[in-house]
């Protein structure tokens, strides 16, 4: 099924959750809506899925406008943050519930819903668990049940809240392996929420940005991550150092440095904000007429395959932050307290509210 919303505008008095989003979600496809808390992700998951009401706008499921249509009639699978499964019920009564209350003329027969419920617990691989009770399974496995219950009904899209938010980090990770895998094998178009960047990059074949009910970007994860379209965008994926100065002639002037943005765009004269990623910047011992931005190590982590360095501007006193293997870290040899030159290989520059050179 594809889904797409037009011209979406929803307000909770004065506060502006959507402002006229419009998008697509294509068939068969696993889209992340990423942001922080407030930015209007879980509002635009709802009014898909018919549980809230835009003020204007349309939701079109398979180009057919569904606006007016009861949630019950979307034919939309909901998966919640805090499971939702009835603690009163087993493994099996929770997965077969959909499928129970459904019209009675539409309802299988109770020897087809043993067989779909036994599908279902096989498929999240916890068919095992079918006569516990959820106040005796661990969060992960009560999520992967709530999954199942939701696909009990054979939805046509799998709408998906924070699914994982309520779990520690190492079962976060093993889960979302897992949704991924799962999604490749049933193919349900998807949309899942998220404020967790690595989640969405890792999980999602499209990504899509929003802030204060606005959307900032579109892409697959290797184009938000690599071509971030605003300051917004960049600082949100993951770790970024910011340089401020004054652009001219394709070098921007950012305190007692001189850092080369030309770079392959057009170049743009004004006061402008360098963003570099920690990863993208070079590390040399600081020698007399050296270019780049001088900096003391103020601090090194190096566990595991990478270093990370805690750096100190010598002009302004700003922290910089840089990640380089351990490997290059130990061949040479920094101590705390040394002078360091810093460049960067790789950097974006917005200048004048986000004209990007």
Known sequence: MTIAVHNINKRFGDFVALNNVSLDFPSG??????????????????????LEHPDSGSVLLDAQDAS??????????????????????????????????????????????????????????????ADRYPPQLSGGQR?????????????RVLLLDEPFGALDAKVRKELRRWLRRLHDDLH???????????????VADQVVLMNKGNVEQIGAPDQVYNHPASPFVYSFLGNVNMFHGRVHEGVMA????????????????????AYVRPHDLEIDRYSAGAEGIVVKLRRAHAIGPLAQLDLERSDNAELIEA???????????????????????????????????
Not at 105 to 117: F, G, L, T, Y
Not at 143 to 155: D, H, N, T
């Open 29 to 50: 496809e696993l889209t992340a809506l990423l942001g922080p808390s407030g930015c209007g992700k879980t509002t635009l998951l709802r009014i898909i899925a018919g």
């Open 68 to 129: 007016a249509r009861h949630v019950r009639e979307r034919q939309v699978g909901f998966v919640f943050q805090h499971y939702a499964l009835f603690k009163h019920m087993t493994v099996f009564e929770n997965v077969a519930f959909g499928l129970r209350v459904k019209p009675r003329a539409e309802r299988p027969s109770e020897d087809q819903i043993r067989r779909k419920v036994k599908e279902l617990l096989e498929l999240v691989q916890l068919d095992w668990l």
């Open 143 to 155: 999520q992967r049940i709530a999954l199942a219950r939701a696909l009990a009904v054979e939805p």
């Open 188 to 202: 349900v178009t998807s949309i899942f929420v998220t404020h967790d960047q690595e989640e969405a990059l890792e």
């Open 254 to 273: 950012s305190g007692d440095a001189s850092i080369n943005v030309a770079g392959g765009g057009a170049v743009l004269d004004g006061q402008g904000t």
């Open 323 to 357: 990640v380089m293997s351990n490997e290059r870290f130990s061949d040479l040899g920094l101590k705390e307290g040394e002078t360091l030159v810093v460049r960067p290989k790789r950097l974006q520059v917005f200048v004048d509210e986000g004209s990007a050179i």
